[in-house]
């Protein structure tokens, strides 16, 4: 046999199976009949929710520590105030910015489109000298832009999207 007649061999018990489906799906409804409650059930679910016993619950949540993995309590207590006041943290540095090249443009007066400038939102075109936010446009090529910044020297490389 060829593969195209196995082929429509095979998807005819498939058609005949989703025909079926929406034929059943058309012709019975969607949801089963309600049983039909008694009057004492009605009066009782008119009345409200009956009262828990909520401390047996709690109970058995702290005897058996139901929220760790191994179901035992932890090694050490919790103590909302500690003891030793721990040191302070050294004063964060200003983290650096992650610097795009996202073009250049060349002609009399060159100049690049950086991304990711502190204080700015989105693309800046800085020409060579230019300085923004402390950070230095030292020089532009055809592929590449240097910037100095405070503590660092960037070299930024133009990505190329189609090769």
Request: positive net charge; charged residues 15%.
């Amino acid at each position: 046999m060829r593969t195209a007649q196995v082929l429509r061999l095979a998807l005819w018990p498939l058609a005949v199976a989703g025909a079926a489906a929406v034929a059943r799906a058309a012709l019975v409804p969607i949801g089963a009949a309600l049983p039909r409650t008694t009057r004492a059930a009605r009066v009782a679910a008119q009345a409200g929710p009956q009262a828990y016993p909520a401390d047996s619950l709690a109970a058995v949540v702290q005897a058996g520590d139901v929220f760790r993995l191994g179901h035992r309590p932890a090694p050490v207590r919790y103590d909302p105030a500690p003891q030793s006041v721990p040191a302070p943290s050294p004063t964060p540095t200003a983290a650096r910015p992650a610097l795009l090249l996202a073009g250049v443009l060349l002609g009399g007066e060159p100049a690049a489109v950086i991304e990711g400038l502190p204080g700015t939102d989105g693309a800046r075109v800085l020409h060579v000298g230019q300085v923004v936010a402390h950070y230095l446009l030292r020089e532009v090529s055809a592929d590449r832009a240097v910037i100095v910044g405070p503590d660092t020297v960037w070299v930024l490389t133009l990505r190329r999207q189609f090769r």
